[in-house]
């Protein structure tokens, strides 16, 4: 049987990158998948692909998230996986030059939209007192970037709301889980403008990921691996936790393998 069937699963930020590739997992271990991003028509082309039903949602917006508890006043597991750097729109996001509007730009997405997914979540499977929220995360969450560190800010309070999610819900003695996944470097659309389509290529790719031990980009398929298995019942025990996915590189620079 697959690992998630007949479960009902929302996924925000699923129209690319890995809210995409966790959406179309999910689906195909049985899930029943409503994808959520606020870039419309990139989202309905995306449900059109892969089979998935999609709902415009701004994570940042309470209001949307109303809308989505009465379309859908309950489900099994909630991925928050929406999310921005930042970087995109403003200018420098070091702590001397980010603006406090930058600041709170990337803040009221990957954070505050986070709380209100967790909300939600909770919510939407107290009654049936079971269920699996998978906040991503990040890397950054972890350690200092002193080059986004609005987007760092925002991840590691991601990373300490799951943890107090996880415990409100134990405390109330529900079964629903919450962890985090922490994602280094994966090859996403959001790389692309600064690896380009130029003979040098492979050049910045290898130069990127030099500090990784395993020498490579994740992919958004690892990442949706990993968070089938803490929507699944192979993950009942495991809740607060913080799983990091970047290829060794937490665990030390030392630990690099050498030049072959």
């Known amino acids: 049987m697959p690992r998630l069937e007949g479960r009902a699963c929302i996924v925000t930020g699923a129209a690319r990158g890995i809210g995409r590739a966790i959406a179309e997992a999910f689906g195909a271990e049985g899930a029943t998948v409503v994808a959520v991003d ?3 028509p990139a989202g309905q082309t995306m449900a059109a692909e892969t089979g998935c039903r999609f709902l415009a949602l701004d994570v940042a917006s309470e209001a949307d998230w ?13 991925v928050n996986n929406a999310g921005i750097t930042g970087l995109e729109t403003s200018g420098p996001q070091d702590p001397e030059h980010a603006t406090l509007e930058a600041w709170r730009a990337v803040h009221a997405v990957n954070l505050d939209g986070t709380f209100l997914g967790c909300r939600y ?3 939407a499977m107290k009654a049936k007192g079971e269920g699996s929220i998978i906040n991503i995360s990040s890397r950054s969450g972890l350690i200092g970037v002193p080059g986004a560190a609005a987007y760092a800010s925002s991840k590691a309070g991601v990373r ?13 003695g529900w079964a629903i889980r919450c962890n985090s996944i922490h994602p280094g470097a994966i090859l996403t659309p959001m790389w692309e403008p600064m690896l380009g389509s130029g003979p040098d290529r492979a050049e910045r790719m290898a130069a990127l990921v ?10 958004p398929e690892e990442v949706a691996a990993l968070a089938v298995l803490l929507a699944s ?9 913080e799983l990091s996915l970047d290829g060794g590189l937490l665990a030390g ?5 050498g030049a072959r």
């Open 38 to 40: 606020r870039d419309e």
């Open 233 to 241: 019942d192979e993950a009942t025990y495991l809740t607060g936790a």
């Open 66 to 78: 109303e809308r989505l508890a009465a379309e859908f006043p309950a489900c099994d597991v909630v």
């Open 210 to 219: 030099a500090d990784t031990p395993l020498r490579r980009f994740g992919r």
């Open 253 to 257: 620079s030392a630990a690099a393998p």
């Open 121 to 123: 979540a909770i919510g």
């Open 160 to 172: 300490n709301h799951t943890k107090s999610v996880a415990l409100y819900c134990a405390q109330q």
